[in-house]
């Protein structure tokens, strides 16, 4: 049986970081990660609550067929954060029930 060789692993280059704000909160962020990534490599997993109960919701499938990563971006609710990509100066808040509450 023949083998592939190994081959080194190709090394990711991505630009920069960039500032996006999370309820005012700046936070960094790089080319080509979604909303969703970049909430979660600042350590947040919820940006969202329910609204019968205002229960905390945040990614869940990760390819948006579930909507529970919905949040308000710039100004817009109901973006999915695990779809939508992260642009410096991007101002996202917590979404709270269907987005037009506020």
Do not use: K
Not at 67 to 93: E, F, I, M, Q
Request: positive net charge.
């Amino acid at each position: 049986m023949t083998r592939t060789p190994a081959v080194e692993p190709e090394h990711a280059h991505p630009g920069p970081p960039f500032t996006l704000t999370f309820d005012g909160r700046p936070l960094s962020a790089r080319p080509g990660q979604t909303i969703a990534a970049a909430l979660w490599g600042a350590g947040i997993l919820t940006w969202r609550t329910t609204r019968g109960g205002g229960a905390p919701r945040g990614a869940f499938c990760g390819i948006g067929t579930c909507y529970d990563c919905l949040a308000t971006v710039n100004g817009r609710p109901n973006r999915r954060a695990c779809l939508v990509p992260a642009r410096p100066g991007d101002a996202v808040t917590t979404q709270e029930g269907t987005g037009h509450d506020r």
